[in-house]
């Protein structure tokens, strides 16, 4: 990944340089095996505040930590997965980083509940409920965004993923 790139775009599309965060910091949610782009992107471009971005809320490393707490949806629900909420829109519905893969996910809040996971299937258009939390479940649940965290990163920040984004939300 072009780390420069990045910070560059993201420090000009919040108006101040990204917080480096420290590997200490990051080990509550990150996996010490994760996707060297969603290390990177972590370690390297997260804004000091929240900002907007493809008129979702890119965030920093606090509400992060906020959106994968205990009891949060859809964050407690998809971390043991190794999904990770980098952004949110202003319905509640988050944009996340798989650690294994450096996917990039739509995930609709309502989606996920203590005894199920419930979701508009967007090619028959029917519903699905599914009782057991697993990998493939939740990813079926979800949207897949972009194959590469750099690519998913320089659309979000340069507004590309406006109307795709207003769309899922």
């Avoid at 900002?51 to 965030?59: D, T």
């Avoid at 909420?85 to 309502?110: E, K, M, P, Y």
């Amino acid at each position: 990944m072009n780390i420069d790139q990045v910070r560059t775009l993201a420090s000009q599309k919040c108006g101040q340089q990204p917080q480096p965060q420290d590997d200490a910091a990051l080990s509550e949610l990150v996996d010490v095996a994760a996707h060297p782009d969603v290390r990177e992107y972590l370690r390297h471009c997260l804004p000091p505040e929240t900002y907007q971005a493809s008129q979702i809320r890119v965030l920093p490393w606090e509400a992060i930590a906020r959106e994968m707490g205990e009891g949060s949806a859809p964050g407690s629900f998809i971390r043991p997965f190794g999904y990770l909420i980098v952004a949110t829109s202003v319905g509640g519905n988050a944009l996340c980083l798989h650690q294994a893969t450096g996917r990039v996910f739509w995930a609709d809040h309502d989606s996920f509940s203590n005894d199920m996971i419930m979701f508009q299937n967007r090619t028959t258009g029917n519903w699905e409920y599914l009782y057991e939390y697993s990998a493939e479940n939740v990813e079926r649940a979800m949207v897949p965004i972009s194959e590469s965290v750099e690519n998913f990163l320089t659309a979000l920040l340069t507004d590309q993923l406006t109307a795709q984004l207003d769309a899922l939300d």
